[in-house]
């Protein structure tokens, strides 16, 4: 089952790498992985979507709060909870599909935010599953480049992840 | 006044009261062992290759409560060291490595006696650091001796590039250091410690299992007291040995792969199981599925929240300091005014199983030096009473099994990583720490070469280790493993140009020994043992066709054991 775990770090240098390396060297499976400063600059916040049966992610769970470096742990699919995901598409944008991307973008609530004279540069911002969606609307044939940042994911209401 | 951060070192040492250093110099670390050459305090003792330094600061940890100390070069020195360092995590052995780094201009330049020690070892170190300012020396050292010894004990890497051990300024210990993300458990939760009490109140077949936890917590004395006081039956895991005194009635053996044959059909059938610091790994357990087949209730008190409901279900999890744990659960089961339940046939069918798999066994000869036979003997010649390291491989496991145990932290060896070659650095480690005490290293012709250029470390510092080599000239497990599972295709097992034994240890200005016939190994071992100021090298020639029994094959379930050729 997918699972969606939130970490506090500290923000050193070789703390990504503990928890990256953490992950391959036990085989367990990283779907995306983000990771960005808090508003503590002691603190790095990470997302880490990953998969396994409950066992794999009670050890995920546990293994990750044993490296020291790791200051607090949440998984955040056992509860109610936000994730968004950010993505950037280049796409060929020539005639008549030039107006069909333009209402597409529209429908799933994105911007266009580069134009030349024969391709369009898309934000979306949204669940991973929508983000797939709009691909498979578009049609794949007119994607030059897709570049995503993975899930970032938050607790709903009083679910919170801190020191 | 201003130190140098090489000296800030060494002072850092001092004031966590290390006695010895193990170690190797070279270029990255000059300006420490120059601060070591300026003081006396800290003994350096220079080893033959690094790897050794590692082993020998693992040993001198795991015959005491110390933490090892290990001060190696850049580049190769830590590459060498690895080995060791590796061994010690996965055995959850308190040290500190301290490691020489190229100046921090040059990292990164590929420079020479470069590599990234902090990236290298990172999958088998409790934690790392690379220090990139001189201030920082102290509380990092300081933070790496309590990650070291607190909570889950492992090795912890300061990496000091060589321009930072050159740089100087003010020098203050930390008193105490604290690490935000980092509380190690104390006692167990009450609640789960009162329902682990009830399970063991109701048990019908209960089965005490401990492990190295057991040792390197210290409380051998709480397990025992546990034991005698419910009357239930133990088993200590290799790591565990001397946990529980062996030669008491209710010690069934040591469980798993080679263990014996009543202690995995009561690990297998009993009710109740209570897991005390041991870890239910492959070599224990065997096959999981098989070993869920039958219906148990499991307690499984751990420090590391990790080790518990990592291969097996777990009813009562209680995770906390073994000594503290154990002391409120004899607590709870002692306020209680309740008696564990009478278990009489479940020691009957112990007994049963005891007579069937027929204790441990071997046929003795009067031809061919049996290895088990040296074992025996070693035991009988020591009273029990030695510090026996072991190398990794057959007779890590005759030494698991024919010598009896009574005492924790007395049976060194390298049980998670299995590494060859950790036997005779351990032993000098153990005699450091115990100048005055029986060390007896026991290995084989294939593992003692992995280290063997320790005997000059041996002679430098006049360390009289009896080294007992059961010399087959097979790497004996691999031949058994061949010979079960390879249709006898012994595919790079066998040893052909053996060094003479006897002649190497007189080189390196030791005593040699060869014995060749069963009658010679009692006087032999009788006479090594009596030469108490000279490094003795037995090198037994053993029956090469032994095997190890009982066995349970890699896979199989704890009942599915082979326990002889004959049965």
Not at chain 2, 115 to 135: E, Q
Not at chain 2, 268 to 283: E, K, M, S, T, W
Request: glycine share 10%; proline share 4%.
């Amino acid at each position: 089952m997918r699972h969606i775990i939130s970490l506090l770090m500290e923000n050193e240098a070789g703390a990504l790498s503990r928890v990256a390396g953490l992950f391959s060297a036990r085989g367990y499976n990283i779907e995306s992985l983000t990771v960005a400063p808090t508003e503590e600059a002691t603190l790095s916040r990470m997302t880490i979507v990953t998969s396994g049966s409950d066992a794999v992610i009670e050890q995920i769970t546990k293994q990750l709060n044993k490296l020291i470096d790791v200051v607090s742990v949440m998984d955040l699919s056992e509860g109610e909870h936000i994730e968004r995901e950010l993505m950037l598409v280049k796409t060929r944008a020539e005639g008549d599909a030039r107006e069909e991307l333009k209402r597409m973008t529209d429908i799933f609530r994105g911007r266009i935010l580069d134009v030349s004279d024969h391709t369009y540069t898309i934000e979306l911002t949204g669940s991973g599953t929508k983000l797939d969606s709009f691909l498979d609307a578009i049609g794949r044939d007119l994607i030059l480049e897709t570049v995503r940042t993975g899930a970032s994911g938050i607790g709903r209401g009083n679910r919170m992840l801190k020191l | 006044m201003e130190l140098s951060g090489a000296e800030i070192t060494i002072r850092c040492l001092q004031e966590e009261g290390v006695e010895f250093v193990f170690g190797y110099p070279g270029g990255a670390v000059l300006h420490i062992y120059d601060a070591l050459f300026q003081q006396e305090k800290v003994k350096h003792i220079l080893v033959r290759h690094e790897q050794a330094a590692v082993h020998a600061a693992d040993g001198y940890a795991r015959c005491s409560d110390k933490v090892g100390v290990v001060l190696v070069t850049s580049g190769p020195g830590i590459t060498n060291a690895v080995t060791g360092i590796a061994t010690a995590y996965m055995d959850s052995i308190p040290m500190v490595v301290i490691s020489g780094q190229v100046p921090t201009h040059a990292i990164g330049e590929d420079a020479f006696q470069e590599v990234d020690s902090v990236g290298i070892t990172r999958p088998c170190v409790k934690h790392n650091f690379l220090v990139k300012d001189v201030k920082d020396i102290a509380p990092t050292i300081k933070k790496a001796f309590y990650l070291a010894k607190s909570g889950r004990p492992g090795p912890v890497l300061v990496d000091i590039p060589k321009d930072i051990s050159n740089q100087k300024c003010g020098f203050s210990y930390p008193e105490s250091i604290s690490i935000r993300a980092y509380h190690p458990q104390g006692e167990g939760d009450i609640e789960q410690v009162r329902k682990a009490a009830e399970l063991l109140l109701e048990a019908r077949r209960p089965m005490v299992y401990a492990g190295g936890g057991v040792v390197l917590s210290d409380s051998a004395a709480q397990l025992t007291e546990l034991v005698r006081l419910t009357g239930f039956p133990c088993t200590n895991t290799l790591m565990g040995l001397g946990g529980y005194p062996s030669t008491d009635r209710q010690f069934v053996g040591m469980p798993g792969m080679h263990g014996t044959y009543e202690a995995n059909m009561a690990m297998q059938h009993c009710d109740v199981l209570i897991a005390i610091g041991a870890r239910f790994d492959d070599r224990v357990v065997g096959n999981v599925e098989h070993f869920a087949q039958n219906p148990r209730k499991i307690i499984h008190i751990d420090i590391d929240p990790s080790s518990i409901a990592k291969r097996v279900k777990v009813d009562v999890p209680i995770v906390g300091d073994l000594k503290l744990v154990l002391g409120q659960l004899l607590d709870v089961l002692r306020r209680s005014g309740r008696k564990t339940c009478d278990i009489s046939d479940w020691w009957k069918q112990i007994g049963e199983w005891r007579e069937f798999g027929g204790e441990l066994r071997y046929r003795n000869s009067d031809e061919i030096i049996k290895p088990q036979f040296v074992i025996e003997t070693l035991y009988k010649v020591t009273g029990g009473d030695a510090y026996v390291t072991s190398d990794v491989g057959q007779h890590q496991m005759w030494a698991a099994q024919y010598y009896k145990f009574n005492q924790p932290r007395r049976w060194i060896n390298s049980g998670g990583l299995g590494t060859m070659g950790f036997g005779l650095p351990a032993a000098m480690g153990v005699q450091f720490m115990h100048p005055d005490a029986t060390v007896a290293c026991v290995t084989g012709e294939g593992s003692i070469q992995m280290n063997i250029q320790e005997l000059s470390t041996c002679r430098q510092y006049r360390l009289p280790i009896k080294v007992l080599s059961l010399n087959n000239r097979y790497l004996g497990m691999v031949r058994q493993w061949q010979q079960f599972f390879h249709g006898n295709r012994f595919s790079e097992s066998y040893m052909d140009a053996l060094p003479d034994f006897v002649k190497l240890a007189e080189a390196y200005g030791h005593v040699g020994m060869l014995i060749e016939k069963p009658s010679d190994v009692e006087p032999a071992i009788r006479e090594a043992f009596a030469r108490k100021n000279d490094l003795v090298f037995m090198d037994f020639r053993t029956d090469p066709a032994e095997n190890v029994y009982p066995m349970v094959p890699g896979g199989k379930g704890l009942s599915e054991v082979v326990l002889s050729e004959d049965l």
